[in-house]
């Protein structure tokens, strides 16, 4: 059980890379300056209903504007490396064409900052901020859309291929699909699992082409990645291969086999026919990568599948009803044991090993790397009579603790782990939940912008620095 994953002492080996991880959106704000684009975020971020409080990313962390004081904030927790995304509406404000220079500047900016202070960057083209002119021409439900994208990665493997030795194209493609045409939970807001699926396809392409795009313009040293949040899916064998299928192989079954699953093909018969994948797609999709990124939260634990949507579906019939999962209605989805995170969110560190493991054993070669760790709680805020102002986040620094002591579990059990990024370096914009979710090691006031270290930030950099579990 996860107390099981409590342990003080584990050392790190020198190679590991300790980092911590924000995205374009949930931190800038800056939104209307030096010719950045509107993105899909920004639409609906401004759709009544749709984020938590009216929350916009209009501000948020005012990161485009504090871009010194948080390399230095950066450099002072002694990161080893850095895992930022690059606002394609900032380098293309309508999603095509030639690069904005103040766009691409702040870019440079941030990277030479970053190598400056000694610290990798490490880059993701694609972290959810869709240029609106391209939805307005279909998003993801157009082909064109990979195209258009495998154009901007060439831009900006040219601009600081040089520089960025690590670079992920997407983040989360299943988040873009599903959350985003599926249950219509985040941007562009859409329900409909055809455009779903039809979504994700185009995500795949994209990535290939992006690859393509990378390898031929970035150093010969650069390593190119995708980060996926792969869902740890137990309970019932049937009701776990048909999420898995959905949710998980639906990527790494085209991205790194070359193929969509047999199963998954059949599962979604009712939902599409898949003509949107063209001959020749395949090969597109799945170039080599160096690296795999996963991102990881939580478990999920389902029943036997009842074969039958509910009642109350039936009329439009289980595989019409618009979900996460397109097609997966009548899997029962089971209460799991706490804790839970501010988010209802599970504490399962041996998720995380499971999850690893699997990874080597279905891609033995493939270089792991967890872009994405972290946890949500309210901290506890203190004001001492000195005015010292300190953020407690026990709680936080105990989920550290038990998943990098699960990741130190796969490096001893011989899996190629290189890096951890914790999510995130500091609170920020958190989608649908707004600023009502907070994910930082550091603490951001979003009535003054001051950023404070929590507990947890001052625990992390005692674990960088000493690499060994505090
Ligand atoms: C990541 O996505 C994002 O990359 C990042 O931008 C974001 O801020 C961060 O995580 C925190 O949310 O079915 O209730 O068990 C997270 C993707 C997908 C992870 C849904 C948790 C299962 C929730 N999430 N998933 S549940």
Not at 61 to 79: F, K, N, P, T, V
Not at 156 to 167: K, N, P, S, T
Not at 419 to 429: E, I, K, R, T
């Amino acid at each position: 059980d996860s107390l099981d994953y409590r342990e003080s002492g584990l050392r790190f080996p020198d190679s590991f890379v300790f980092g911590s991880a924000t995205a374009a959106y949930q931190i800038e704000g800056a939104v209307d300056e030096d010719g950045r684009g509107p993105s899909i975020w920004d639409t609906f971020s401004h759709t009544p209903g749709a984020v938590e409080n009216g929350d916009t990313g209009d501000t948020a962390d005012d990161h485009y504007h504090r871009l010194e004081s948080d390399l230095d904030l950066i450099a002072a927790l002694g990161l080893n490396a850095y895992r930022f995304s690059i606002a394609w509406p900032r380098i293309q404000p309508t999603g095509r064409g030639e690069a904005n220079p103040a766009g691409l500047a702040f870019y440079e900016r941030l990277v030479y900052g970053l190598l400056e202070r000694g610290v990798t960057p490490v880059a993701t083209l694609y972290h959810w901020d869709l240029p609106q002119a391209l939805e307005d021409q279909g998003g993801w439900r157009n082909r064109e859309t990979a195209y258009a994208f495998a154009d901007y990665a060439r831009i900006m493997g040219e601009a600081l291929g040089d520089r960025v030795q690590i670079w992920t194209t997407l983040n989360e493609p299943w988040c873009s699909a599903f959350l985003g045409h599926g249950s219509g939970e985040h941007a562009p807001g859409r329900q409909d699992n055809t455009e779903a699926l039809t979504a994700a396809h185009h995500l795949n392409l994209a990535h290939g082409l992006g690859v393509s795009a990378l390898r031929g313009v970035v150093s010969a040293t650069a390593q190119i990645s995708v980060t996926h949040n792969l869902h740890v899916i137990r309970g019932d064998a049937e009701g776990v291969r048909r999420i898995e299928a959905v949710g998980n192989r639906i990527f790494t079954g085209p991205m790194l086999h070359g193929e969509y699953p047999a199963d998954l093909l059949h599962d979604t018969r009712e939902i599409t026919d898949w003509s949107f994948v063209r001959p020749g797609d395949l090969e597109l999709i799945h170039q080599p990568i160096d690296v795999l990124g996963i991102n990881y939260y939580n478990t999920t634990l389902v029943g036997p599948p009842t074969g039958s949507a509910d009642a109350a579906d039936s009329a439009a019939g289980a595989a019409s009803r618009a979900s996460a999962f397109p097609g997966t209605d009548d899997i029962p989805r089971l209460d799991q044991p706490g804790p839970f995170t501010e988010m209802d969110w599970n504490i399962e560190p041996s998720g995380l090993l499971q999850l690893l493991t699997a990874l080597h054993e279905e891609f033995p070669g493939l270089p792991l790397m967890i872009t994405e760790s972290g946890v949500a709680f309210n901290d506890v805020v203190t004001v001492d009579e000195a005015g010292t102002t300190r953020v407690h986040d026990d709680n936080r620094v105990d989920y550290l603790r038990r998943h990098f002591t699960a990741a130190h579990r796969a490096l001893q059990a011989g899996i190629d782990l290189r890096a951890y990024f914790v999510w995130s370096l500091m609170d920020n914009f958190e989608w649908a939940y707004g600023f009502s979710k907070r994910f930082g090691i550091v603490r951001v006031d979003y009535d003054t912008q001051e950023r404070t270290l929590k507990d947890s930030a001052l625990w992390y950099r005692e674990l960088i620095s000493s690499r060994q579990i505090p």
